[in-house]
């Protein structure tokens, strides 16, 4: 299927985080520009107000690395899965979708002038365990378990883990999916409590697809002072 530029030969193009899920822009395309970011491997567009084509971060250094680019069931649209680099939003802002819609007093729907990036469910819940991180309630069982550090952290991740195992093991689905959720929820308050991000966990996992998980696994095995595993 040929892509279909539409009106002054362009067709949109939707950027999505390739690791997270999250939309980060909406942009437009020209064939030019299409075809340069398929040689380079770099996000790159049209400006409908300059009339020119411009590379997202040529300037700023907040580059798309493109991972792919898929066009929607008619071809008239794309959809870019990229590396994002530092903030995607000239504001500063990671996405440019950022302000929330709501009706005002009269129904009429209108956008906040400010507000939080939209994204999807893990990112959300990881950015809600950083509250928790930085707030003083004493209340919180997010914030019990970052104060009782890595030793109750380690010790609900088992728990947790275990009753994960005996659900698969003959539960039900719905009690898999509870337990899932459960491990999921304690992995990220671990991550929080060493300060490492989602994203790298997701960026570990991206580096072995398409490997085989015997030769992944010998890879990371312990060596000895020869360096023979």
Partial sequence: MK????EGKLVPAVVQDRLTGQ???LAYMTRESLARTLETGRATFFSRSRGELWEKGATSGNTLAVTSIHADCDGDALLILAEPRGPTCHTGSASCFFRQVDA?????PEAADEGQDASALLETLEREIETRKASSATKSYTRKLLDGGAPLIGAKLREEAGELAQAIAGESDERVASEAADVIYHLLVGLASRGVPL????SALASRMGM???VEKASRAPKDSAGKP
Avoid: N
């Avoid at 892509?3 to 539409?6: D, E, H, L, N, R």
């Avoid at 005002?104 to 009429?108: A, F, K, Q, S, T």
């Fill in 199 to 202: 994203r790298a966990v997701l």
């Fill in 212 to 214: 085989s998980g015997l």
């Fill in 104 to 108: 005002r007093g009269d129904g009429e």
């Fill in 23 to 25: 939309v980060r822009m």
């Fill in 3 to 6: 892509i279909a530029f539409g």
